[in-house]
């Protein structure tokens, strides 16, 4: 891959790659929560806050696969400066609104604004120098996981001693501020030469026939969509059932970052071994434990039965999120059009999780969405071990290897 430039663009530090990502992140999770807490102040229904998250991720899945694609051929430092103040506008949107309609409707800037801003911005993780790639890829890793676990724990507790508007604002002003400061990076405007952008996988390849690599590949999609599904349920309809029972802001928002901090000790888990990989095993036993978790929160009462449900549902996240992209990477060919399913993937179950949490929250009540993702989770492992029934080794011996 070559610049598209004659001049090599200047070297940077890696102040920004963490720096951004981390603003942008915090950003999303104090207004995801906030969001849901203020909707509910303005009397929205449990339909009302499914749509919320719905809004949001309806433009985000349809716009992403494209983004990449325009920042092949556009400038990248206004593709992602058009992000960010899309994604302000919605925050400032969020902070006028006086109903759940307004917040609905500002919803699906924030998705947009997403939309561009990564696909784009991780095109300059990538560099001629691999040392220099593997370090933008960790500070940005550790800038986003940060962001997040930062912003959901100190979300409930901002909206409790600034209240909505001065949270919306304040985050608005944030990514603004991010906004103005990309426009001066020169070296983000280089157009990259080519149209593939994804890292490639490790020179030590995995040994494996690449027909089983296309169905763990299927086995990890289905498990991911199922964990994400979750994941965005619970987001959805935790908070609503945490007020029910008398619990303050401030705890809900801590409980639910609890998910984060359990993905990110598996990420890191994962990262040290390679024994999980292309074994069934491991990746079943991470969606039972999700099972397990989310019919803990679906049946408890008490803010340590909370806690283990969320631990259960981030361990269970880190390792389909994990199987996923490696495996989209280890694949033979289309590893681009891998990642970008792989992206797509979390964007619908953005669009249908919090959509059927809200409407069975509605219809029934308010841990029937638990008893549903459950049951969804579920279904994905019955489906896995179908597709794996179609791909295993027929000699007892590699049966046994496959299986472990």
Partial sequence: MTYAAHSKPPKTGLAAYFVIPLLMDAAVAISALTVNLYAQDLGASKLQLGLLGTAWAVPYAFTSPFAGRWADRYNRTILI??????????????????????LIAAAPFGGLGGALFWPTFETLLHSKEPEETKARIGAFNVGWTIGIMGGTAAAGYFYHLAGPRATFFTIALIVALTGCYVLTR?????????TEHHLEPSQNSTKVAPARKAGYLRLAWVANFGMWFAGSATNTIFPKLARSLGIPDGPIGLLSSLIMVAQMSMFIMLSRSSRW??????????????????????????????????????????????ASLFYGLDAETSKGGN?????????????????????SAEKISLRAPFFLTAAVVSSAIMLQIWIWSRIHPHSPSELQQASK
């Fill in 277 to 322: 990989h292309y074994r069934l095993a491991p990746l079943l036993a991470a969606q039972a434990a999700a099972v397990l978790g989310v019919l803990v929160i679906g049946i408890g009462r008490a803010p340590l039965a909370f806690a283990l449900g969320m631990l259960l549902l981030g361990i269970s996240r880190g390792k389909t999120y994990s």
């Fill in 186 to 194: 020169a070296d983000w405007r280089l157009k990259l030469d080519g």
């Fill in 339 to 359: 990642t970008g399913i792989h992206e797509s993937i979390v964007g619908a179950a953005y669009i249908f999780g919090p959509f059927t949490a809200g409407i």
């Fill in 81 to 102: 400066w058009a992000g960010l103040w899309l994604a302000a506008l919605s925050h400032s949107a969020s902070g006028l609104s006086t109903r759940p309609q307004h």
